[in-house]
C-alpha cells in the first residue's frame, strides 16, 4: 500500500518523518521514496512568497500585450503614400484640362486606404476623403488635418475646406491613428 499524496505532503511539512510506518515504508519502497525526496525538495514552494518583478519587467510585458488588437484596429501606423495625380503624367488630350489645380492623393496601411481629392476653391481649398478598410467605407473614423477633425458619413466620407491646403492628413480610429507623410504643395515642373 502507498502512502497517499495527503500523507507525503503532511510529513514533508513537518519536516521530519519520525512516524514508524512512514519509516518503514519510505524503506521498502522506491516509488513513495522518490515522491517523498520530492515533496522535501519543494516543500517551501508552496509557502513562499513571491516578489514582485522589476517595474521595468512589468512595464514591457504591458507594452507588449498592448500590442496585440484582435480586432486589427490600428494604434499608431504610417500610410504609405500610393497615388499623387500631381506625379502622374496626363494622356495628352487631357493637358491644358481646367482641374490642374486638382489633386488626388491615395494613402495605403494594411487594408486601410484613405483617397483625399483636394481642389482650390473660390476662398481656398475644398478637400474630400473616403475612407475605406477591407474594401468597405468605414462610418464614424475622423479625418484630420491639423486641428480640423471631420468625421466620415455612412459612405465613408469626410468634406472640409481650408485656407490652405493640408501640410499632413491623419486618420483617427477608436485604436488608433493613421498618420500620412508630409504634403508639399508646390507643383512639379512639367517637361
Known amino acids: 500500500m502507498h502512502c497517499s499524496r495527503e500523507e507525503l505532503v503532511r510529513w ?12 518503514q515504508h519510505l524503506a521498502e519502497c522506491g516509488e513513495c521514496r522518490l515522491l517523498w525526496e520530492l515533496f522535501l525538495t519543494f516543500a517551501g514552494a508552496a509557502d513562499a512568497r513571491l516578489t514582485s ?11 507588449i500585450a498592448g500590442h496585440s488588437r ?6 499608431k501606423i504610417a500610410a504609405t503614400l500610393v497615388f499623387d495625380s500631381w506625379l502622374s503624367p496626363s494622356f495628352a488630350g487631357l493637358r491644358g484640362a481646367k482641374d490642374t489645380d486638382a489633386r488626388r492623393l491615395r ?6 486606404l484613405l483617397d483625399l481629392r483636394a481642389e482650390t ?5 475644398e ?11 468605414i462610418t464614424g473614423v475622423a479625418v484630420g488635418s491639423g486641428a480640423v ?7 465613408g466620407m469626410a468634406v472640409w475646406s481650408s485656407r490652405r491646403p493640408p501640410r499632413r492628413i491623419s ?3 477608436q485604436g488608433g491613428v493613421l498618420q500620412c507623410g508630409e504634403i508639399a504643395w508646390s507643383r512639379p515642373k512639367r517637361s
Open 53 to 63: 518583478a522589476p517595474l521595468g519587467w512589468i512595464e514591457r510585458a504591458l507594452a
Open 70 to 75: 484582435p480586432e486589427g484596429i490600428l494604434e
Open 12 to 23: 514533508a511539512k513537518a519536516g521530519a518523518v519520525g512516524h514508524k510506518k512512514a519509516e
Open 127 to 137: 478637400m474630400v476623403a473616403q475612407v475605406q478598410r477591407g474594401g468597405e467605407a
Open 171 to 173: 486618420l483617427h480610429t
Open 121 to 125: 476653391g473660390t476662398a481656398g481649398w
Open 149 to 155: 477633425k471631420v468625421n466620415t458619413d455612412k459612405a
Open 107 to 112: 494613402w495605403e496601411a494594411g487594408e486601410w
